[in-house]
């Protein structure tokens, strides 16, 4: 998850929402690493999650990606719980909770869905204040002072 935080770093650099993603194999070794990117690459697809897949699948040359796991420092919305899916990710691993759009518990349940055909195992709040901190600074700083 350290990682990962690093990674949402750059995009708060890049004046995007700062969220990052490592997805990692079972023995350890990461795959793929991504960060948010849809102003930059004026793709409103280009979450961090969305990002790490696609590399991921690239270098393995394997739309599915079994036996893996994605740290992000965020909850995904539903976009990235269906990529997630898609995927066949062993297991999601994220950070801060998304009153706004979480798609995982905050606001939708979607890997509780039942008929799902697959459905990763889940771990939220790891380094949550960290991550949580990232990005209250990030839209503090653009919203201005309350």
């Given at each position: 998850m350290a990682l990962a935080l690093d990674l949402a770093q750059r995009a708060a650099a890049a004046d995007e929402v700062p969220?990052?993603?490592?997805?990692?194999?079972?023995?350890?070794?990461?795959?793929?690493?991504?960060?948010?990117?849809?102003?930059?690459d004026c793709d409103p697809t280009a979450h961090a999650e969305i990002i790490t897949l696609r590399k991921a699948a690239r270098v393995t040359g394997n739309y599915r990606l079994p036996n893996t796991t994605l740290y992000v420092t965020l909850e995904p919305c539903v976009m990235c719980v269906g990529a997630i899916i898609q995927a066949r990710v062993a297991q999601l691993i994220y950070g801060a909770?998304?009153?706004?759009?979480?798609?995982?518990?905050?606001?939708?349940?979607?890997?509780?869905?039942?008929?799902?055909?697959?459905?990763?195992?889940?771990?939220?709040?790891?380094?949550?204040?960290?991550?949580?901190?990232?990005?209250?600074?990030?839209?503090?700083?653009?919203r201005g002072p309350a």
């Open positions: 969220v990052g993603a490592v997805l990692v194999s079972a023995t350890g070794e990461t795959l793929a690493t991504g960060w948010n990117r849809p102003i930059a909770s998304d009153p706004g759009a979480g798609a995982v518990h905050s606001v939708f349940g979607n890997l509780a869905d039942t008929r799902l055909n697959h459905v990763p195992m889940v771990q939220g709040g790891i380094m949550a204040a960290e991550c949580a901190a990232l990005l209250k600074a990030f839209f503090s700083a653009r």
